[in-house]
């Protein structure tokens, strides 16, 4: 049910991106104040206060799993978990990020081109368009993990429940959804977050060097120096190096190599998708 979930949420992705809209976190602020406010999670420590602050999210999950598993023929419960994994992507659709990246190169509306790298990238857009598109490259191999891939994984492993915590931690450490008094917990979501996301990055690795230039991302994946301080910017590393050798691209000095460079990625990006569905098939037949 698994593999079904997924395809039609990526369908409904596709079909209706009007239902994008509703992929919305920002209720998350207001929660861990509220959290806050009730057990003082500041003063629990950084460990302690990302679980307390996580439990409710996840038994909430839980019960409504519950509730709808093997209702009506099963019908119900997959229901629930096209609901789920959708609005788990994401949230913010990268394939339309990316198009309207690549338009405004070709209209030549350079504060447009800033402003959508920016969406796409968590780093400050470069100024100029050969390193911005480069940049943008690399991001967009990263958030393709984030927002699909590891998703996808954990959910075929652990269902709903895994799928909600992943995105949840992802929200709170990449957004402004935590109050000043709530800063400690960074340190602790940084580090299950990047543990979390180890195996399903390294899947994805392997994925694009399947899409891609297979033994020039396996040479960059043996011989890459990654000077990370932890696994959360390791993984991030790892996949925008191994990524951008294997789509084996010359060097941008344009505007049509830099939107040849976006597009290859984006098809690369496209074709690891293919994969990482062919092994949650393969997965959802095993479990």
């Known amino acids: 049910?698994?593999?079904?979930?997924?395809?039609?949420?990526?369908?409904?992705?596709?079909?209706?991106?009007?239902?994008?809209?509703?992929?919305?976190?920002?209720?998350?602020?207001?929660?861990?104040?509220?959290m806050d406010d009730l057990l003082h999670l500041d003063r629990l420590g950084g460990w302690a206060g990302s679980a307390l602050l996580l439990l409710p999210l996840l038994l909430l999950t839980w019960i409504a799993e519950g509730m709808f598993?093997?209702?009506?023929?099963?019908?119900?419960?997959?229901?629930?978990n096209v609901a789920v994994i959708f609005f788990c992507l994401g949230p913010r659709d990268l394939d339309n990020q990316v198009e309207q990246y690549l338009d405004s190169i070709e209209i030549g509306d350079g504060q447009r081109r800033f402003n959508m790298a920016g969406h796409i990238t968590t780093d400050e857009p470069a100024m100029e368009l050969p390193e911005q598109a480069v940049q943008v490259s690399r991001a967009m191999l990263v958030q393709a993990n984030r927002?699909?891939?590891?998703?996808?994984?954990w959910f075929t492993l652990l269902g709903p429940i895994a799928a909600l915590l992943y995105?949840?931690?992802?929200?709170?450490?990449?957004?402004?959804?935590?109050?000043?008094?709530?800063?400690?917990?960074?340190p602790a979501l940084r580090?299950?977050?990047?543990?979390?996301?180890?195996?399903?990055?390294?899947?994805?690795?392997?994925?694009?060097?399947?899409?891609?230039?297979?033994?020039?991302?396996?040479q960059a994946y043996?011989?890459?120096?990654?000077?990370?301080?932890?696994?959360?910017?390791?993984?991030s590393d790892l996949l925008k190096l191994v990524g951008f050798a294997c789509i084996t691209?010359?060097?941008?000095?344009?505007?049509?190599?830099?939107?040849?460079l976006i597009r290859k990625t984006r098809g690369l990006i496209?074709?690891?998708?293919?994969?990482?569905?062919l092994l949650i098939l393969l997965l959802s037949f095993i479990l």
């Open 191 to 218: 580090s299950m977050l990047g543990w979390i996301d180890w195996i399903p990055a390294r899947i994805s690795l392997l994925a694009y060097m399947i899409s891609g230039a297979f033994e020039e991302g396996l």
């Open 249 to 260: 691209q010359q060097e941008v000095n344009d505007e049509n190599q830099a939107m040849q």
């Open 167 to 186: 995105r949840a931690m992802e929200q709170y450490l990449n957004r402004n959804y935590l109050e000043q008094s709530l800063q400690l917990l960074q």
């Open 69 to 80: 598993e093997h209702t009506l023929f099963g019908l119900f419960e997959l229901a629930f």
């Open 1 to 34: 049910m698994a593999f079904l979930s997924i395809l039609i949420a990526l369908l409904v992705e596709r079909i209706f991106p009007q239902f994008i809209q509703f992929r919305r976190f920002d209720w998350l602020r207001g929660y861990a104040q509220w």
């Open 147 to 153: 927002r699909l891939f590891a998703v996808m994984f």
């Open 222 to 235: 043996h011989k890459g120096s990654v000077s990370a301080l932890d696994s959360y910017e390791q993984n």
């Open 270 to 277: 496209l074709r690891a998708l293919m994969v990482w569905l």
